[in-house]
């Protein structure tokens, strides 16, 4: 591991400290508090849980505890939790036992370690809201007390633990690096994701000294199978920050290009594949209606916001940003576009909406696209329907079962591959209920090799007549 400048090399007495907090973490005589249990917090806590440590949430919201209590997010949990039914109850009745969940702050006195899982949205303006940070780092202060571990997993800027979160944590009169120890870790979980399990992700742990990162490296090294100690906090806080925009920026050069390759009739999946069968320097990635969830919409925002601060412009991240916010409306576009090959005005026709939350079987429907796709659907239109098998949330749409949905409409829009529309024969469906429709495929689901020839099909990326 690299060294940062300047960290000061501490006395035997801390390296003995740091010992027996590294040793207890060994023993599993720790007690972990998770503050935040939302869809990274919950899985951590459980994770924690799981593997013996005995576990604390802490969240503000009583109706996400009540959802907690009644099992309505278990399925949140996919990332930890095995496959087959028995030992699957086994590892729920493992996590029940050792996981104790609160919103009286009064649970946290007793905590060793403090990992921060709190959101980290955007204002209006697009700048970083950091205010459930900064309140949780006030609500620890309250129950600081020497040799403890403070863990911020939360996604935040390069710089922002150093000068937002210690000096709130400070304000409990202990020095953080001397006093107790501070570490930066972010949080890569997959919604949803059964291959890459959480225990499975690599862990990124950075520091405010060597020490932190010791610490909080030994306690993650009992939870997953991998950590990766790095330097300082701001490479740990930097890591995460260059994944998502790598995402962004990836997922915006297929977007763009699959608008150009569309004119130019080229099948914009097609050539994605092609170039996958490249064994090295090739990552796919492939065009879709936008992008959402907590983090890929969000967290390049968070690096233009300092580099902003900082003199410096990075366009070529913020015109990434723009060209996936632009992608429902290019969406709109083309549904409108395809319309009108068949003679039919946008303003006379009736939709469908296939999809609402930001993912394939994900029930998460922050930032999505598809709140976009039917706003703007819904100015033209006063017949929108919407129908998704994870949410009830139409933003504004009429909803009612996937058949009355699809019934009889001039256009239905697939935003979310979900598997449920799999099972449940979708082109059959829309074959039966919609024989004349316009049919806009944002993901590339759609057999249309199955569809009635009167149909007419439009895959995003692909060109007009292919299909
Ligand atoms: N969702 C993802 O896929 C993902 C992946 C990696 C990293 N992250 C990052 O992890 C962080 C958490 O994201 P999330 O998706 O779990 O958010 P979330 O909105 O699902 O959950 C956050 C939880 O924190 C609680 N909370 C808010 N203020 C609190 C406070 N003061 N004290 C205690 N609890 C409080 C909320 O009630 C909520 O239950 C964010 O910084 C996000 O960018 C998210």
């Known amino acids: 591991m690299l060294q940062k400048h300047g960290q000061k090399t501490n006395t035997p007495k801390v390296q003995y400290r740091t010992e027996m907090l590294k040793q207890k973490i060994k023993d599993k005589t720790v007690v972990v508090a998770v503050l935040g249990l939302g869809h990274v917090g919950y899985p951590m806590s459980s994770l924690f849980a799981k593997n013996g440590f005995q576990t604390i949430g802490y969240d503000i919201s009583s109706k996400r505890l009540s959802d907690i209590n009644q099992g309505k997010v278990i399925s949140e949990l996919t990332s930890i939790l095995p496959n087959d039914e028995t030992h699957k109850q086994k590892t729920l009745s493992e996590i029940a036992n050792n996981l104790k969940i609160s919103n009286k702050e ?4 007793s905590a060793d370690v403090f990992v921060v899982d709190v959101p980290t949205p955007l204002k209006e303006n697009e700048t970083p809201n950091l205010l459930f940070l900064t309140k949780t780092c006030k609500t620890i202060t309250k129950f600081l007390r020497k040799e403890t571990l403070v863990i ?6 390069p710089g922002a633990t150093e000068e937002i979160v210690k000096p709130l944590l400070e304000e409990s009169g202990l020095h953080a690096g001397d006093d107790f120890y501070l570490s930066f870790s972010p949080e890569r979980i997959d919604p949803g994701n059964k291959k890459w399990s959480l225990e499975k992700i690599p862990k990124i742990v950075g520091g405010i000294n060597k020490e932190s990162v010791d610490v909080a490296s030994s306690l993650f090294s009992q939870i997953v199978e991998k950590v990766v100690p790095v330097s300082s906090l701001q490479v740990a806080e930097a890591t995460k920050m260059l994944e998502n925009i790598f ?4 997922i915006a050069l297929v977007n763009d290009l699959s608008k150009f390759f569309e004119k130019m009739g080229i099948d914009t999946w097609e050539t994605v594949a092609a170039a996958s069968t490249k ?3 090739f990552l796919p990635h492939y065009p879709g209606p936008g992008v959402g969830g907590h983090c890929i919409p969000k967290d390049p925002f968070y690096l233009l916001y300092k580099a902003r601060k ?3 412009n990075l366009e070529f991240i913020e015109e990434a940003a723009c060209i996936n916010r632009n992608m429902p409306l290019y969406v709109v576009h083309i549904a409108e576009e395809t319309l009108n090959t ?3 005005n946008v303003r006379e026709s009736s939709f469908a909406v296939l999809g609402v939350t930001y993912k394939k079987d994900v029930l998460d429907i922050r930032r999505t696209p598809s709140k976009t796709v039917i706003t703007e659907l819904r100015k033209v239109s006063k017949n929108v329907m919407a129908f998704d098998p994870l949410t009830d949330e139409t933003f504004g749409a009429k909803t009612g079962s996937l058949e009355e949905t ?3 409409k001039d256009c239905i829009i697939l935003l979310v591959n979900h598997s449920y529309f799999r099972e449940n024969s979708i082109e059959d469906k829309i074959n039966e209920l919609a024989p004349n429709c316009c049919l806009i495929d944002t993901r590339n689901f759609i057999d249309s090799s199955k569809l009635k020839k009167s149909i007419i099909y439009r895959c995003l990326g692909k060109p007009l007549k292919s299909g």
């Open 106 to 109: 009064e649970i946290l006195k």
């Open 342 to 344: 068949c003679n039919k």
């Open 310 to 312: 900082m003199g410096t």
């Open 279 to 281: 064994p090295f320097g």
């Open 152 to 157: 911020v997993e939360s996604t935040i800027y």
């Open 406 to 408: 699809i019934k009889g």
């Open 247 to 250: 995402r962004s920026v990836n």
